[in-house]
């Protein structure tokens, strides 16, 4: 079975750095992979997703972006950190896309 | 727009207690219903799918049912037990070709007391 690896767990970083978060995907080959947001009083929000190496779709016009450098391999990246990107970072995969998705434990992003 | 609406948004009951989770959603074109658990500060863990063609899924304790002309969907906990407290998010996936995504409902959060 598919498991989903974040890191970090936990971040703090100020207005205006830069951010990278890694998933790392086990368990099956070319998945399925996406980035979501889960903000306080918010559902979940579709960031990036990808179905190949190389291939990413943007959901929501904004100042981060993904990046699919390997296979298993799903980076969320921004140049200057926005206050608004607070929140709750998830990085899912799913074989087909008739299989459910799979989740990691997240990374829980926190802009001073 | 596409929507996902989830009823109540809290729920407190006592352990042995069997209820139900409702969801509601405007598209009628879905390409399947979603169950998801998520315990605090965690990921999502995927509980029941049911596709389009079916009217209900069960796992355990746990059994979710479709009705695609009423865009409604329940989540049916039997005896419930102070681990199934958690929150519990429902989400369709849109029937939209290459372009297929879940939208989600804000979850309904639910305490089971011993």
């Known amino acids: 079975s598919q498991t989903i690896h974040q890191w970090p767990a936990t971040l703090v970083q100020p207005v205006g750095s830069p951010l990278s978060l890694e998933c790392t995907v086990e368990?099956?080959?070319?998945?399925?992979l996406y980035w979501y947001r889960q903000a306080a009083g918010r559902g979940l929000q579709l960031l990036f997703y990808?179905?190949?190496?190389?291939?990413i779709s943007s959901e929501v016009p904004q100042n981060l972006s993904a990046s699919r450098p390997q296979d298993r391999q799903f980076i969320l990246s921004s140049k200057k950190l926005l206050l608004s990107d607070s929140g709750f970072y998830l990085c899912?995969?799913?074989?087909?896309?008739?299989?459910?998705?799979?989740f990691g434990d997240g990374t829980r992003l926190s802009i001073l | 727009k596409q929507e996902v609406t989830q009823i109540p948004a809290a729920l407190s009951v006592p352990e042995g207690e069997n209820l139900v989770l409702n969801c509601s959603f405007t598209d009628s074109a879905i390409y399947n219903l979603q169950w998801f658990r998520q315990d605090p500060g965690k990921g999502l863990t995927s509980l029941l799918l049911i596709q389009s063609s079916q009217r209900e899924q069960t796992s355990g304790r746990l059994n979710a049912s479709l009705d695609k002309s009423s865009g409604r969907s329940t989540l049916y906990i039997a005896a419930s037990q102070p681990g199934d407290s958690a929150t519990y998010l429902c989400?369709?996936?849109?029937?939209?070709?290459?372009?297929?995504?879940?939208?989600w409902g804000l979850g309904t959060s639910l305490a089971v007391n011993p």
């Open positions: 899912a995969a799913r074989d087909s896309l008739n299989q459910p998705q799979h």
């Open positions: 989400a369709f996936e849109n029937n939209a070709g290459n372009n297929r995504k879940l939208i």
């Open positions: 990808s179905v190949g190496i190389g291939q």
């Open positions: 368990g099956t080959s070319n998945p399925n």
